[in-house]
């Protein structure tokens, strides 16, 4: 489509945009103690954003002369992501960390995430992918380190930069030789491109995937590029944390998956024919590697975690490698299943980090000590927190287990060549039970018992059961969310 044309199905998009510069304006005139006006501004502009990419229908399409993808695996990323934002709106206005700080930019900043983390699900040329990923990069350097008189902030956000620069320049570097050897930026003329070249262009052509797969793994904490990741979940506000581990993880896989499927796939999207011939290197032994490793050294360092929220840090790790899992098998199946896990994620992971929130609110603490009694003392609190490591460590009646099942299943489907990252993601599900497993035993079996019941707030006890009560109900009855994913699994293809 032309870019006058493009604006028809463009409506979430000008909507965000919209809140953030009204959300600006707004932010200027307000005094320090007015910040919630801007909060309940970009969380109202969120919802209205979420409804627009919810009614936005057309069948899948490009926009702006073929820079952006308009199809229902675009919206379920975009659905993701806005979900996500607004739940972490809602924990920071009843989080302590933010006291004394002008959070009215704040909550911009994470407007202007969002419309970053849009441009990822979407992209589909070279120039928009890296301007996307920048874009969420230099609004999460900046959130990271929001707490400006916390040298833990500020050292965090140094650490992202570094990290983030040097994974950006790498990404970068291959981008452009992919250009080079191919002439254009759009992924399926590159893929047209990649066809015709001959032998003498595959080392050229691995080196520069190698380089562009060094930028999409910083984005989604994968080893060998995770090593900012414990850093700085750990010295960012936890809402933060919260955030970095669920909605730009989800981005990044999206744009992972689009990129593969597209530019390395023979025939239509998602068609299942395998990685193309012309591709040398082998490319789902390499995921499969990346998969395996960053799932054992996440799980591996978590169990030697003092501090519960650095333990929450090595565990998204092992996440990402558990999502990765799916992905060697490059058919709709691999991609049907990550993006159950993505959701099912969601719930179980904010939920673990906003019960974190609060107990270092009222207990002054991460450790695992702070967890001690902790079930006992706050019945509410432990109960849900139980939930959510239950959840995350796979067990049933829960939404974890659903989401593994689905992820071993495609693997394991995808025939006997990927039979040994099915082994090694089930012996890692068993070997994140003991960290896990050990803030429950911290909460119900150490410590002094208390006669004293605390409850918590009532808005505090709503949004622990908002994501409590999906992690278990979707354990049990996940039809609705099989069905959303069913409908979301199309991506925009040259042939159709």
């Known amino acids: 489509m032309s870019n006058l044309q493009s604006l028809s199905l463009y409506w979430p998009e000008l909507i965000l945009s919209g809140t953030i510069l009204l ?15 801007v909060s309940n501004l970009v969380a109202l502009g969120l919802m209205l954003t979420l409804i627009a990419v919810a009614l936005t229908k057309h ?5 702006f002369m073929d820079a952006l993808a308009f199809d229902p695996f675009a919206s379920f990323i975009k659905s993701i992501v806005i979900v996500a934002t607004i739940l972490i709106i809602v924990i920071s206005r009843n989080s302590n960390e933010f006291e004394g700080y002008h959070t009215g930019e704040y909550y911009v900043l994470l407007a202007v995430m969002v419309f970053g983390m849009f441009l990822m699900a979407s992209a589909i040329d070279l120039v928009m992918v890296y301007l996307s990923i920048e874009v969420v990069s230099i609004m999460s350097f900046i ?4 707490l400006k008189e916390n040298p833990r902030s500020n050292e965090a956000s140094l650490k992202y930069v570094i990290y983030g620069a040097f994974s950006s320049g790498i990404m970068l570097y291959g981008l452009s030789i992919i250009f080079g050897l191919t002439g254009t930026t759009k992924f399926f003329e590159i893929k047209d491109a990649i066809n015709a070249l001959d032998g003498s262009a595959n080392l050229a052509l691995t080196l520069a995937s190698v380089f562009v797969l060094a930028g999409f793994g ?5 080893v060998p590029f995770h090593f900012w990741t414990p850093d700085v979940y750990e010295g960012s506000p936890t809402p933060v944390t919260a955030y970095l581990s669920v909605a730009p993880k989800a981005a990044g896989f999206a744009l992972m998956i689009r990129f593969f499927n597209q530019v390395f796939v023979d ?6 024919m395998g990685w193309s011939s012309t591709v040398s290197f082998s490319w789902p032994q390499l995921l499969g590697i990346i998969s395996v490793i960053t799932m054992s050294m996440g799980n591996l360092i978590a169990i030697q975690q003092s501090s519960v929220k650095r333990m929450l840090a090595y565990s998204s790790i092992a996440h990402s490698g558990y999502m990765l899992m799916a992905l060697p098998t490059i058919s709709s199946e691999g991609v049907f299943a990550t993006m159950i896990y993505l959701v099912m994620y969601l719930f179980m992971n904010l939920g673990a ?11 002054g603490g991460e450790t695992f000590e702070h967890f001690n009694g902790l079930g006992w003392r706050m019945p509410i609190v432990g109960f849900v927190m139980t939930i959510f490591m239950f959840s995350l460590t796979g067990l049933p009646p829960t939404v974890g287990f659903i989401g593994k099942f689905y992820l071993f299943a495609a693997v394991i489907n995808a025939g006997p060549a990927f039979y040994w990252i099915a082994f090694f993601g089930a012996l890692n599900t068993v070997v994140s039970l003991y960290y896990y497993m050990r803030v429950v035993k911290a909460m119900y079996f150490s410590g002094e018992p ?12 709503m949004i622990f059961l908002l994501l409590a009560i999906p992690s278990v109900f979707f354990g049990i009855y996940w039809v ?3 069905g959303w994913v069913k409908d979301s699994l199309l991506l925009f293809s040259q042939v159709l």
């Open 450 to 461: 208390s006669d004293v019941i605390a409850v918590p707030s009532f808005s505090m006890t």
């Open 143 to 146: 959130l990271a380190g929001y």
């Open 59 to 63: 069948s899948p399409t490009t926009l």
């Open 267 to 272: 025939g239509a999207s998602l068609s299942g």
């Open 480 to 482: 609705p969310v099989l």
């Open 353 to 363: 980090f906003f019960v974190l929130i609060y107990v270092v609110e009222k207990e």
């Open 218 to 222: 910083y984005k989604i904490s994968a």
């Open 23 to 37: 959300a600006i304006i707004i932010d200027i005139f307000s005094e320090s103690q007015q910040s919630k006006k």
